[in-house]
């Protein structure tokens, strides 16, 4: 639960805490941007592995973008802060910083020694930016609570973090989205989804309806369904959508709702059954589903899978979408490479545009890939793609390559393997046909100091001539549902 350490914060610190560092950012070597950087160098235990940064998410509303993520990561779990990068310009120009009251490395310190998993989102009802995050009691599992920290001025500076969950449990894999539709009767509620790994990953929801400051007590669905990696969107008729990856066996890609503003969670319903190759060179990656919502109210959600590939030895990145998050559509297969190609596709960020319907709905994904599926932990290129649609997926632009190829020594190292995120994140901006996508972009180490960093780059929505085809179903004995943070075996890991 939280100590009367942050309790101190909140009440006397808040004014000091509204002033958050901020910085320019500049551009990297590749022709990316380099939106923000590890400062810290801490030596003493915990300690992160400096300079390193994993694991964003973006929001984009208006020409603002907003970007979170963690920064120092910690082998055994989290990081030493969670950092922000801030775009008015369509991502243009970024500044960047790091939230304070957070972590014994924020500037106030915070009350936790590590944070971990961020998300953004944007309240248009009550003008305000959420960053959700994870505060972590003792490194490795133990106590674990859901915090959100507040913007009112677009994004520039942070105020003192919110509790939405703390009661002495292990919470994991948080993810906050809100109802922007003026005309939706929940206009301005916001939802946040996370998982009680103490009780083998048990779906909860609060819903906040003042901006964030004050949330509701967890709410589970009512077949007290088990999973992780949920990720809510919320139609312009107000149901909440949350697709995740389930654990409880069948497992599979399986979403829940709610009708009435986050009062109470329907039972899931299964989106697909998942199919999955183990990405070679021990990198951090699970099947969890990148979701969107367009402006007509269609979900769209992409993940990881083989089942399209000979043998199924490489990923694709598939797609499902649906109009109410209870029927979902046949799993179909994101042209990137021809099938058969050996190339491996994994960890996507979806964007869809939200300003975009019907047959001409916008969408754009960025994900990791190997050049060659079949490559070690010494030889594998990791690289940075991209593709994008003009047509609701019918039709995709040629893949582009923004980032690589990075080695895998270079990349922060975890109990899961080495890592730039269970998670991605791409973001479209209304009326622009500008997708901005940010990644974890890393270079050679100097000695054993790294060098990955949060990059961004602007990609136009182009479209393509690509045809997304009904591909053949070719492999059916993918890896079964595993939880990257809870190892049933062991108990809590990392996050």
Not at 277 to 300: C, F, K, M, N, Q
Not at 433 to 455: I, L, N
Request: net charge negative.
């Amino acid at each position: 639960m939280v100590s009367a350490r942050i309790g101190g914060l909140l009440s006397a610190c808040t004014v000091i805490l509204t002033i958050a560092f901020v910085t320019p950012a500049g551009a990297s070597q590749s022709g990316t941007v380099r939106v923000s950087d590890d400062p810290f160098t801490s030596t003493t235990a915990p300690t992160g592995q400096h300079r390193t940064e994993v694991e964003p998410d973006t929001f984009a509303f208006g020409s603002t973008v907003v970007s979170a993520f963690q920064v120092g990561r910690i082998a055994n779990g989290g990081a030493s802060d969670v950092g922000f990068a801030v775009s008015h310009d369509g991502g243009h120009s970024w500044a960047h910083g790091f939230l304070p009251a957070a972590t014994d490395a924020s500037t106030p310190a915070g009350p936790f020694v590590g944070a971990s998993d961020a998300s953004v989102a944007f309240d248009l009802r009550h003008h305000t930016w959420l960053i959700s995050w994870l505060g972590l009691h003792e490194l490795g599992g133990g106590v674990v609570d859901v915090m959100t920290s507040r913007s009112t001025d677009g994004g520039r500076t942070w105020g003192a973090p919110v509790v939405v969950a703390a009661t002495g449990t292990f919470f994991d894999k948080n993810w906050t989205a809100c109802d922007n539709t003026p005309s939706s009767p929940f206009f301005g509620h916001c939802y946040t989804e996370f998982d009680n790994a103490d009780q083998r990953d048990l779906e909860q929801m609060s819903t906040s309806t003042d901006g964030g400051l004050t949330w509701s007590a967890p709410a589970t669905t009512a077949d007290a369904v088990r999973g992780l990696g949920g990720q809510p969107v919320v139609q312009p008729n107000g149901r909440v959508v949350v697709p995740f990856e389930g654990i409880t066996r069948p497992g599979g890609i399986r979403a829940f709702t709610s009708t009435d503003g986050g009062l109470t969670w329907n039972a899931s319903v299964l989106v697909a059954t998942i199919s999955t190759h183990e990405v070679a060179g021990d990198i951090r990656t699970s099947p969890l589903p990148s979701a969107e919502v367009s402006r007509d109210g269609t979900v769209y959600v992409a993940w990881q899978d083989n089942r399209f590939e000979p043998g199924g030895t490489a990923n694709d990145i598939v797609l499902s979408t649906s109009g109410d998050g209870t029927t979902w559509s046949p799993v179909r297969r994101i042209p990137i490479d021809p099938v058969g190609s050996g190339v491996d596709h994994f960890i996507p960020g979806l964007a869809v545009g939200t300003d975009s319907a019907g047959p001409r709905t916008q969408l754009a994904v960025t994900y990791y890939f190997y050049p060659s599926a079949d490559c070690t932990a010494a030889t594998c290129q990791l690289e940075v793609g991209f593709t994008s649609s003009r047509d609701a997926g019918q039709h995709w632009s040629t893949p582009q390559t923004l980032a690589g190829p990075m080695q895998l020594s270079w990349l922060a190292g975890t109990t899961q393997g080495v890592m730039v995120g269970d998670y991605i994140s791409t973001s479209i901006l209304a009326g622009q046909h500008r997708a901005v996508p940010v990644f974890a972009e890393a270079s050679p180490p100097t000695g054993t100091v790294f060098d990955e960093p949060m990059a961004a780059t602007r990609e136009t929505i182009s479209g393509g001539s690509i045809p997304m085809v009904d591909d053949p179903v070719l492999f059916t004995g993918g890896s079964p549902p595993v939880d990257p943070d809870v190892a049933p075996a062991t108990g809590p890991t990392a996050f």
